[in-house]
């Protein structure tokens, strides 16, 4: 069995060094003899096993001998390793190619595709003393009323975006999002979601926008997206709400009412209802997805 | 014994596979060289000074070679081994072979071939851990009506010799002539060839400290043969029609020759004279008791006779729970080198139903640091074994 091993350790080392060219055909050599029945006849199964006891004799006798006496046994049971981590190896590259994480969907655990992280990470779970209702539910869209959410564009597929401006998480994800909801052809529907302090009082202020001019919304969130955090104040607000074209003063005083605030409040309840437990968070067609994941994991939920 | 003579074995290394071919000393390569540096020339064609020193040391080197086996130069002619020899004679030979159930493949495959086109009987002659029956022997020389006996006179399977004179002597009694395949036997022990009194006698140059592409045929009536190749060198003239043959041994000469092989050859002669066969041949006895006394500590079966005297140099063993070719690497790994697998002997594996034995096989070169390296190797997998 270790020929099967050998012939997958060395085809992938014969790409880079001849030397391991002839081992790898020895082993193809050994591996399908074995299959058809016959004896091994390049002897590499047993040049294998002598220098690998060996290699263990030299630190510990007794592990060498070990090694030999059981070598057949050991030899299936790295091989049966060897097929199982294939196999998980090829389940965690679906994984990666579908949900941005070989982990599964929106899984927080480290993936060797994405070592840094870049499709992973959230802002919510280390955020309790924004939002301490925060829970690790299953993520839904279902019983959620979404009337209470900014609808930015019209389309075929629904896109519901939960996102918070001062969280570096979303910060990372809005420019592929907002390349695909100017792409494709969905209805967006944005929900401000404050997982940190520093956002808090941006939330009245786009919902007050988004009930005056939600076509200006889009061009708000891209310049929020674009400020740095720590400039996130009123007077960014005001200089953002003038760009964008709105009616500043209209919106700052909206947004200072007790009827926003209330609007605000019921707004996040029915945010909570999903099972939401950090930001950015996607709904495509009532799938979610939770970090900055690719481009292509937001378009294969479309319909 | 001389071991600083040998330059591949400086660096430490036990080599115990000498019947499959031998280390050359210092003198040998140096003879080889000489020829290609100073004086790369044609013998027997060419008159310039060069071609004059090939075609003299060429005949020195068969002259050095027939007074190592005591005969006449006239009846040396260079093969380019042991079965190329063989194969000479048995290009010539009609009627009932007799072989042994132990020799190696080349004097077996010839006469099987032979015996397959229907040219020839072939016969076996049995044997076991004490040898031959001679007796058994005598039967078959006289039921059989054997004209040819070719056998080993020391098996590279187990070390046993056979007893080649009285053998000889046997079979010329009941009309038989003797080929004696004697590459394991030349250059480990004394080999007269007058005394032994066979018709045919072949030994390669590899086995006996020389070059590998060289040997002999040793032929008491050369005219009884029938030159294997014709061409180049083996003729005294040639018309558009016909062909007038050279007189033995250069009949049996085809081509240019490897005369640096043939220089080297000579001078490893000369180089095992100088020591003396039989100080040799009791070295190589020690060095394969020690061996011996070691596999045996170790409880692996021997092949052949259990006592070393009957084994002249060689020790060939298989282990009881490890596989020949696993320790044969386990051996060679700790700079101990063996040979495993059957030594072109499968007939007598196949008869037996063994897979193989792992080989030790000493010349003078070996002492007691490459035993006491085997003892090292072979106690460190101890309980494998």
């Not at chain 1, 075929?156 to 390349?179: H, I, M, N, S, W």
Request: aromatic fraction near 10%.
């Amino acid at each position: 069995m270790i020929c099967l091993i050998a012939l997958i350790v060395f085809a992938v080392l014969g790409i880079f060094s001849a030397k391991y060219r002839k081992l790898t055909a020895e082993a193809f050599d050994c591996v399908f003899r074995k299959m058809t029945f016959r004896k091994c006849q390049t002897g590499l199964d047993t040049r294998l096993k002598v220098q690998l006891s060996e290699l263990f004799m030299r630190f510990n006798p007794r592990v060498g001998r070990f090694v030999f006496k059981r070598f057949e046994l050991l030899s299936w049971l790295f091989t049966a390793l060897f097929v199982w981590s294939l196999v998980a190896a090829g389940i965690g590259g679906y994984n990666y190619w579908m949900y941005g994480n070989c982990n599964g969907p929106n899984s927080q655990s480290f993936c060797i595709f994405d070592p840094t992280g870049q499709n992973q990470g959230s802002s919510g779970l280390d955020q309790k003393c924004v939002v301490p209702e925060l829970a690790n539910g299953a993520l839904t869209l279902e019983g959620v009323d979404t009337d209470f959410f900014i609808t930015l564009k019209e389309g075929k597929d629904e896109v519901v975006f939960f996102g918070c401006y001062a969280c570096q998480y979303t910060r990372k994800a809005y420019p592929t999002l907002r390349k695909f909801f100017e792409q494709e052809n969905v209805t967006v529907r944005f929900v401000p979601f404050p997982t940190h302090q520093e956002s808090v009082f941006i939330t009245p202020i786009v919902n007050c926008l988004g009930q005056q001019n939600p076509e200006k919304v889009m061009a708000f969130n891209d310049l929020l997206f674009a400020t740095p955090v720590e400039e996130l104040n009123n007077a960014t607000m005001w200089s953002a709400l003038s760009t964008v074209g709105a009616n500043a003063s209209d919106v700052m005083a909206c947004s200072e009412k007790n009827s926003t605030q209330v609007w605000s409040a019921l707004q996040r309840e029915e945010a909570l209802k999903t099972g939401i437990y950090g930001t950015p968070l996607v709904f495509v067609n009532g799938e979610p997805a939770v970090g900055p994941l690719p481009y292509r994991v937001y378009k294969r939920m479309l319909s | 014994m001389n071991r600083t003579d040998f330059p591949a074995i400086r660096n430490g290394i036990a080599y115990f596979d000498s019947s499959c071919v031998s280390l050359k000393p210092q003198s040998v390569i140096d003879v080889m060289n000489a020829y290609y540096t100073d004086y790369t020339a044609c013998a027997g064609r060419s008159s310039h000074a060069w071609g004059e020193k090939v075609t003299a040391e060429m005949e020195r080197s068969r002259e050095t070679l027939a007074k190592f086996f005591n005969v006449k130069s006239q009846s040396v002619s260079f093969t380019r081994n042991t079965t190329e020899a063989i194969n000479i004679v048995a290009h010539s030979t009609k009627g009932c072979v007799l072989t042994s159930d132990k020799e190696h493949n080349s004097n077996l495959v010839p006469w099987l071939r032979l015996k397959n086109q229907k040219r020839i009987s072939h016969f076996i002659l049995p044997t076991d851990e004490n040898g031959i029956s001679m007796d058994t022997y005598e039967s078959l020389l006289s039921k059989q009506q054997i004209s040819l006996v070719a056998v080993h006179a020391t098996s590279n399977l187990d070390g046993m010799s056979l007893p080649i004179k009285e053998m000889a002597k046997l079979a010329h009694k009941h009309g038989a002539k003797v080929l004696v395949d004697g590459a394991q036997a030349a250059g480990h022990k004394e080999v007269d060839l007058k005394s032994w009194d066979v018709d045919y006698f072949a030994c390669s140059g590899h086995k006996m400290l020389g070059p590998s592409g060289t040997g002999l045929l040793y032929a008491k009536d050369p005219d009884s043969l029938e030159p294997l190749m014709l061409g180049g060198e083996t003729v005294k003239e040639t018309w558009l029609d016909r062909y007038e043959l050279e007189d033995a041994p250069h009949r049996f000469e085809a081509g240019l020759q490897d005369y640096a092989g043939i220089l080297g050859f000579g001078e490893a002669a000369r180089y095992l004279q100088k020591i003396g066969l039989s100080k040799i041949e009791k070295h190589c006895g020690k060095i394969n008791e020690e061996i011996t006394q070691l596999v045996s500590a170790h409880g692996m079966r021997i092949l052949g006779n259990r006592n070393s005297e009957k084994r002249g140099s060689i020790t060939s063993v298989i282990p009881n729970k490890m596989k020949i070719h696993e320790l044969n690497l386990m051996l060679s790994n700790a700079g101990v080198y063996t040979r495993s697998g059957a030594f072109c002997v499968h007939s007598w594996f196949n008869k037996h139903n063994l897979p193989g034995a792992v080989r030790f096989s000493a010349h003078l070169y070996n002492d007691d640091s490459d035993v006491e390296k085997a003892r090292a190797a072979l106690d460190r997998i101890k309980g494998l074994l």
